[in-house]
């Protein structure tokens, strides 16, 4: 990633951190109103799953495809994108490449990396821009689906899972969620990620958890076992602090149940 790259990111980051906003939309020249604003969420309803004979275009090729065919059977990280965006887009992809490299997980083999765009009026060649431009890895670009489609499908696709977004036509952009969306390779929803917050170590996880056991090792299903997520900060806690807080907690009970009960039994001449 050259120089210029990194600081036009890690100025993209900044504004995000210092106005606290989830949405891909320039904020300055919006005209959203907070209604419209109240209803960009992304909330997959219960037992959530993607229809995987969804038809799109897939850029790389410029050839039809179905959702089923770009997940492969592996665990997914999809990212809804606007090929188009000026804003959150591009960081957004930027920094889920690194993440995904920093797995030392293969495109392809272990996991499957597809981007849908939600604007219909995008075609091939920005999906081509975005993805060849943004995402850092070339080798990671060429295995990686950027997918287009009309706008029944991007309808069916957002709504199964429960992505809300607004098009606000005085700044021709939409205003949709920053987030990462995890499938199995059924096209379950798993969970749903912070593209702007991912690291390496945590992606693996949650690769390895959509991948059900065949992916990742021996040693990321034992690490899983004692692993918690967080929905709150949508990162992977160790679990291992939680059971430790409970064991204390019962050996205390106990020990004041202890004292309590030799205190109280009467004394032996």
Known sequence: MS?????????????????????AVAPAAARLNRIE???V?????????VPLDLA???ASGDRPTTLGAALGGRPTLMLPVDYTCG??????LAMSGAALAAT???????????LVGIDPR???????HMLGTELGDPALAAKAAALVGDAGAVDRLTRALGYDFVYDAGTDSFAHPAAAILLTGDGRVARVLSPLALNGGDLRLALVEAGEGRTGSLADRLVLLCYGYD???GIYTPMIRRILSIAAAATILAMAGGIVFLARRPRQA
Request: aromatic share 4%.
């Open 3 to 23: 120089r210029a790259r990194r600081l036009r990111l890690a100025a993209s980051l900044l504004a995000l951190l210092v106005l606290g906003l989830p949405l």
């Open 37 to 39: 604003l109240a209803r």
């Open 41 to 49: 969420a992304v909330a997959p309803p219960s037992s959530a799953r």
């Open 56 to 58: 799109f275009t897939d």
């Open 87 to 92: 804003n959150v887009c591009d960081p957004m």
């Open 104 to 114: 030392r997980l293969v495109a392809g083999r272990d996991y499957s990396l597809i």
């Open 122 to 128: 995008d075609d091939a060649a920005a999906a081509r």
């Open 231 to 233: 929905a709150a900060t």
